[in-house]
């Protein structure tokens, strides 16, 4: 199987969070498994546009490439896992919508978590909340949760905040995190 995670991160390049952690040890054992993985990312310093890491063919994105579907297309995964819901979630649906596309919402965000950050965030930081706001909770954002095959939590507490935030009908299944 031919499985594609989309992520912010990846624990290997210069920004170490949870969303790369968690696409890594997926990632990485899915491969193990004997699974063709790849994961799609933004791209950091030092990075190279394709690397085989641990089984794993990490592709970076640059800011060129960030609002075209065709890495999509050119991967033709049986499974796209975002790892959160971003404007990439939207682009590989658009761009296989007859395959499985999972998005696990790891960090939902609504207008009062990013006023939050507007608030207490640097000028730098504020300046790139509108642009975060469009990658990451836009309109096109909900269109691709709702129409996403599986919607994932990692906590039970986050159910009912994704649930309202992206109207959805059923509740987002549990897909707790690796250790």
């Known amino acids: 199987?031919?499985?594609?995670?989309?992520?912010?991160?990846?624990?290997?390049?210069?920004?170490?969070?949870?969303?790369?952690?968690?696409?890594?040890?997926?990632?990485?054992?899915?491969?193990?498994?004997?699974?063709?993985?790849?994961v799609t990312t933004l791209k950091r310093a030092g990075q190279k546009k394709i690397e085989v890491i641990d089984g794993v063919k990490v592709i970076g994105i640059n800011?060129?490439?960030?609002?075209?579907?065709?890495?999509?297309?050119?991967?033709?995964?049986?499974?796209?896992?975002?790892?959160?819901?971003?404007?990439?979630?939207?682009?590989?649906?658009?761009?296989?919508?007859?395959?499985?596309?999972?998005?696990?919402?790891?960090?939902?965000?609504?207008?009062?978590?990013?006023?939050?950050?507007?608030?207490?965030?640097?000028?730098?930081?504020?300046?790139?909340i509108p642009f975060i706001y469009f990658y990451e909770s836009g309109p096109f954002i909900k269109y691709a949760v709702r129409n996403a095959d599986v919607v994932g939590v990692p906590a039970k507490f986050l159910i009912q905040k994704t649930k309202k935030l992206f109207d959805l009908d059923k509740d987002p299944v549990l897909l707790p995190n690796l250790l």
């Open 1 to 38: 199987m031919r499985i594609c995670f989309i992520s912010s991160q990846f624990f290997a390049f210069g920004k170490y969070g949870g969303f790369g952690s968690m696409t890594r040890k997926l990632s990485t054992r899915l491969a193990l498994d004997g699974h063709d993985v790849y």
């Open 63 to 128: 800011m060129r490439e960030i609002f075209s579907k065709k890495i999509y297309k050119d991967i033709d995964a049986d499974v796209y896992h975002s790892q959160e819901p971003t404007f990439a979630s939207y682009l590989a649906l658009m761009a296989k919508s007859d395959k499985k596309h999972v998005i696990t919402c790891r960090d939902p965000r609504d207008l009062r978590d990013f006023f939050i950050e507007f608030q207490d965030g640097s000028w730098k930081k504020r300046l790139k």
